[in-house]
């Protein structure tokens, strides 16, 4: 009996250490295909590669926690001015992230920021693809404040927004070569606009937005996460450059 034991445990061990050499290259050329072109902006451990719009440090308001970013308001501490954005800056590229906000917030991803003293926050330089709940405001209809708008410019056909407290994804597109913007929530594409010349100035015009020097302008800019005083969350957010 023991001399048929040790060939099958051989032929055994064998055929296990090819199942998990068979096992671990498919999980790396899955890894590979998923990332592919992709860079990570948020390692979901630090602020590197962010700081505070104007300012070399981070408030102790915005932390992280289990790979989350977030943003915790303290009514004793300014609001307003704690806006983040990132240290690089991005003319083409695809932005994917998910976000969560709490009931009644207001938050934004901003593309396109100006980093200058003439402007207080980054809402003056800058378009905002919106984040906003409003459980509380059921007879809501401005579709230009709806998540996944450009806030105040271009309005979305249909809120396909989670409620508050649970996860979204937008996976945003800025193409200033193409001259192509377009905002996908949650698999849905939300909103599609020109992002520079003659078209993109009309909508400007038509907007709040159109006397303010500054806004709208650069091409090659930072992209921001805003502090609108209210809690909100954002993880796995990376980019590809076009």
């Known amino acids: 009996m ?11 061990l064998i055929w296990g250490c090819k199942k998990e050499v068979k096992k671990a290259d498919e999980s790396k050329e899955i890894m590979t295909t998923e990332d592919e072109g992709w860079t ?4 979901g451990k630090s602020f590197d590669g962010w700081h505070t719009y104007l300012q070399d440090t981070i408030s102790s308001q915005w932390q992280i926690e ?45 593309y396109g920021v100006l980093e ?13 693809i919106q984040i906003r709940d409003y459980t509380n405001i059921p007879d809501f209809t401005d579709k230009q404040q709806m998540s996944g ?18 996860w979204n994804h937008f996976l945003i597109r800025i193409d200033h070569d193409k001259n192509q913007g377009s905002v996908i929530l949650n698999d849905q594409e939300v909103a599609k606009f020109p992002v520079n010349g003659e078209a993109w ?9 159109k006397d303010w020097e500054g806004f709208g302008i650069t091409q090659n800019g930072h992209i921001g996460l805003q502090d609108h005083a209210h809690g909100v969350w954002f993880r796995n957010i990376k980019i590809k450059e076009l």
């Open 2 to 12: 023991k001399k048929y034991l040790i060939p099958l445990l051989a032929i055994s």
């Open 40 to 43: 990570y902006l948020f390692d």
């Open 66 to 110: 289990d790979g989350v970013m977030f943003y915790k308001p303290d009514p004793d501490k300014n609001q307003g001015m704690n806006n983040l954005i990132t240290d690089k800056t991005y003319k083409n590229y695809e932005l994917s992230l998910d976000w969560k906000i709490s009931v009644d917030g207001n938050s934004g991803v901003f």
């Open 116 to 128: 200058d003293k003439k402007f207080v926050v980054p809402y003056m330089t800058a378009p905002e």
């Open 149 to 166: 708008a450009i806030f105040g410019i271009v309005g979305i056909e249909k809120d396909v927004a989670n409620k508050a407290g649970e």
């Open 201 to 209: 100035e009309a909508l400007v015009e038509n907007s709040k937005f």
